[in-house]
């Protein structure tokens, strides 16, 4: 996809967004997320004109959106210092930012008693997110792999490859081939509802799509499900880096 940035007007009140021009896609519509802000795809047949047309009907849509992640300017982006934290399984870690000792360049990384402490170089310490990522992408490979692993052996669903990454959409999916796939700040919700979600995915091995039997299934093997949708509803965009 190719993506500018532009600008317009909602109820009045500037816009930030990008517009991204796609091939793939069958229609125009507008994504919002704390992420990535608002982004309008454009398939190939669409024009600006039909830009303007999607945000004066979708006014009213647009403005709650942008409102609940208040990304009027763009995408959020937190600031991480010493003393921020980081939610990890619903639990907050605490960052410690260090510098590691002259000569050495090798970040480290230590967990200790509620804190996440981070040894970097000195051009690192400034822009520490990177290293923060990288930290919980490696927890959440670990992490989602170990649960998959093991709510399988108990259901007795068992996926052929497990991914974890990145997703802009979902926070799991799973293909006809028997892979499963997470996106990685999934590991920041509470223990019980990254759970949910991969006993929601592991459901799909048996049932591809969202039919009655699917649900059943998964409500008998996970009974709090949908407790956990709802937090998951509710909180989702709060799972930021």
């Not at 069958?26 to 992420?35: G, I, K, N, P, T």
């Not at 930290?135 to 692993?149: M, N, S, V, Y």
Request: proline fraction near 5%; charged fraction near 30%.
């Amino acid at each position: 996809m190719k993506f500018h940035h532009d600008t317009r007007l909602v109820h009045g009140r500037p816009l930030r967004l990008r517009l991204r021009h796609s091939k793939r896609a069958r229609r125009l519509h507008v994504q919002v997320s704390a992420r990535e802000g608002v982004v309008v795809i454009i398939p190939r047949h669409a024009t600006l004109a039909d830009v303007d047309e999607v945000f004066n009907s979708e006014a009213d849509w647009v403005a709650r959106r942008v409102d609940h992640y208040d990304v009027w300017d763009g995408p959020r982006r937190r600031s991480w210092v010493t003393g921020s934290e980081l939610t990890v399984l619903g639990r907050p870690l605490r960052i410690e930012l260090m510098p590691l000792p002259a000569g050495r360049s090798r970040t480290r990384v230590e967990q200790v008693d509620g804190c996440l402490r981070f040894d970097l170089a000195p051009s690192r310490l400034l822009h520490p997110r990177p290293e923060i990522e990288r930290w919980l992408r490696r927890f959440a490979g670990r992490h989602l792999r170990e649960r998959t692993a093991a709510l399988g052996e108990i259901t007795g669903l068992v996926p052929r490859k497990v991914i974890v990454g990145e997703r802009i959409t979902r926070w799991g999916s799973c293909t006809s081939g028997g892979t499963i796939s997470y996106c990685y700040r999934l590991v920041m919700a509470p223990a019980e509802v990254v759970d949910s979600v991969v006993v929601h995915e592991l459901c799909h091995l048996a049932h591809g799509g969202h039919g009655p039997r699917f649900w059943n299934l998964l409500r008998e093997l996970y009974p709090d499900y949908d407790r956990c949708n709802v937090w998951l509803r509710e909180h989702g965009h709060e799972l930021e880096i």
